[in-house]
């Protein structure tokens, strides 16, 4: 299940936590045809929906992903605490920290960082 809440005046798209896995484009596809119908700047998808290779950098999941979503100039946020991941993979880390320096994709620890982020 999906809501739309405007957060700081931003149309956001928040993900259940239960649901079918995101691992791949045509997931991401679904959540981005979804949240430009309801009218979504923001998609926010808590980290357990992501499939585990979405955490593998190797696997291009994370890079292809984040792409669709940038080339629909959508906003991804994924919410929770993916520490496990970033302790394990320094280039998973440094993904994390690149993105979180821009304005398009951010990993947050929960929905209040989220909202200060989203405020300004």
């Known amino acids: 299940m999906t809501t739309l809440e405007k957060i700081h005046d931003v149309p956001v798209l928040l993900c259940a936590a239960a649901g079918k896995p995101i691992g791949s484009e045509a997931d991401a596809l679904d959540l981005i045809g979804d949240a430009m119908y309801r009218g979504a700047c923001w998609v926010a998808v808590p980290a357990e929906r992501f499939d585990e290779s979405f955490?593998?950098?190797?696997?291009?999941?994370?890079?292809?992903?984040?792409q669709k979503f940038v080339n629909y100039r959508l906003g991804l946020a994924i919410v929770g605490d993916i520490s496990a991941h970033t302790e394990a993979a320094p280039a998973l880390r440094d993904f994390v920290r690149e993105c979180n320096r821009g304005r398009q994709t951010w990993f947050v620890a929960d929905g209040e960082e989220l909202r200060e982020r989203l405020k300004g």
């Open 55 to 66: 955490f593998r950098l190797r696997t291009r999941v994370a890079g292809d992903i984040v």
